[in-house]
């Protein structure tokens, strides 16, 4: 009977529904590679989880739809003894913490304790926010993230950041982390592109935060909606944008389509995307954005503020059209404008952009390093019995 290599695990603990097109690729691209692939999720995943829900492993204790009480719990718990099983029972060939948790030093940790020669990667997003200010009172929250951040490191092989900005805050904010730091850039399992697909929204995709310009958003759509465009507007997101609904004119609210609720998948934001004729991308601080590869991806424009994270990816004039980071109005309008005019060369050099840095098959120019940590496909591993380590 063949024995199966150990398996790569990928382990997001907190419900971030974003997250899911990028850890899925990651662990496609594995398996279709021929290794054995495991995930580690937070429950609220289940819902996007058609493909790979055999190979999951769920460790905390909720079932059902995601809730506010539900997020705040996962946070406060780790299932220490449930992965303490799990690595003896199938001890990890490496291990990716995709996303941040407050138990990522721990789950790493328990791996390099059981395992010292295990490679412990870990995308780290936001790996430091110099303007915490923009945050409101979340700005403390932020800071104690950053502090449990730092004590993963101290675990890591290799902590890799998604931007020239992150790479340079990750150097800023933890300069005694002596890991692997690798720039590479979020990867999308590409989705195709409709080139004939009708054009009719200035859209706003994602978290509707202050810091995320949602605010700009509203105030746009309230002043065209006094004014005799011939533009209408999409929101798509799971945040509650009740106070800002009613804040708007009836005539801004006619021209407004709401996508709101609080399960939306990577589908219907593909689909949104693909049916802009630009995405607003207004953000105050930022260290990148998951919005800018699906609207490239989909040919679409992007507006986007003066500020890194943002200028990494977008090209003013070929790929969206750079505003200032506290843009008026009337500079959106002539952004919009811009992209109006020049819709079908700006929409081409996008998908060809997307092409060249975010699509996932680039997986191995930009992964190829992690496959030379993990051990031979097909090999064995054996417990201090002797009996090999199945996993389901």
């Given amino acids: ?34 290794y054995p692939v495991r995930f580690l999720l937070a429950p609220g995943f289940r819902w996007l989880n058609e493909d790979f ?9 909720f079932r ?72 409101g009172a979340k700005g403390m929250a932020i800071v104690l993230v950053e502090w449990l951040q730092g004590l993963s490191l101290a675990f890591l092989d290799a902590a890799i950041v998604h ?61 065209l909606g006094a004014e005799a465009f011939n533009w209408q507007f999409q929101i798509v997101t799971a945040s509650n944008i009740a106070g800002y609904l009613k804040k708007l004119s009836p005539a801004g609210r006619a021209r407004l389509r709401v996508v709101n609720g609080p399960e939306i998948s990577d589908a219907v934001i593909r689909q949104a995307a693909a049916r802009s004729l630009a995405v607003l991308a207004l953000y105050k601080e930022t260290t ?8 490239l991806m989909k040919g679409t424009p992007i507006i986007g503020t003066d500020i890194e994270g943002i200028t990494d990816w977008v090209r003013d004039g070929e790929t969206g059209k750079i505003v200032s980071a506290n843009p008026s109005l009337a500079e959106i309008k002539e952004a919009i404008t811009y992209i109006q005019a020049h819709f079908k060369e700006m929409s081409e050099r996008c998908r060809a952009h997307y092409l060249a840095i975010f699509d996932d098959r680039n997986w191995e120019r930009e992964y190829g390093w992690v496959l030379e940590l993990l051990p031979a496909r097909g090999g064995r591993r054996v417990n201090s019995r002797g009996v090999d380590n199945g996993c389901r």
């Fill in 288 to 295: 990148q954005s998951g919005v800018i590869p699906v609207a």
């Fill in 64 to 135: 059902g739809r995601p809730s506010f009480l539900k997020n705040l719990l996962s946070l406060l718990w780790f299932p220490g003894l449930y992965l303490c099983r799990l690595f003896r029972h199938c001890p990890p060939a490496g291990v990716l913490l995709a996303s941040w948790h407050p138990w990522n030093f721990l789950l790493a940790r328990l791996v390099k304790k059981l395992s010292p020669d295990t490679p412990v990667l870990a995308w780290l997003h936001e790996p430091y926010k110099v303007e915490k200010k923009v945050y």
């Fill in 1 to 34: 009977m063949p024995q199966m290599a150990p398996p790569f695990f990928i382990a997001c603990l907190k419900y971030a529904p974003g997250m899911w097109q990028h850890i899925s690729s990651f662990g496609r691209n594995l398996l279709d590679r021929g």
């Fill in 163 to 223: 931007s020239p900005r992150g790479l340079r805050l990750l150097e800023l904010g933890y300069p005694r982390y002596r890991g692997q730091k690798r720039l590479i850039p979020l990867q999308f399992q590409d989705n195709g592109f409709e080139a004939r697909a009708a054009r009719n929204y200035i859209s706003f995709l994602g978290r509707a935060e202050p810091a995320k310009g949602v605010d700009r958003f509203f105030d746009l759509v309230a002043d």
């Fill in 53 to 61: 829900g055999h190979l999951t492993y769920y460790p905390l204790p």
